[in-house]
């Protein structure tokens, strides 16, 4: 299966749910599923890296949009 974890910030940024965000990709990954990571990017620096066998993705954020019950990222 193909998965796709969105967050605002990725490990190794430290946090709780960062880290969970990672530490779950890495046990599907084991499991053999492919797996990415989609995050904001913070300032300059690359737009893909691997961390610990994870792709990640950084985005650049143009705007926020808020829809009401939405989780917004």
Known sequence: MKILMATSHYYPTSGGS???AH???RA???RGHEVGGLTLRAGPG???V???GVP???A???HRVNI???ISI
């Open 46 to 48: 690359p737009t893909a």
């Open 60 to 62: 650049i954020r143009f």
């Open 28 to 30: 599907l990954i084991a």
């Open 68 to 70: 009401p019950g939405a």
């Open 18 to 20: 960062e880290r969970q």
């Open 50 to 52: 691997t961390v610990e």
């Open 56 to 58: 990640v993705y950084r």
């Open 23 to 25: 530490l779950l990709a």
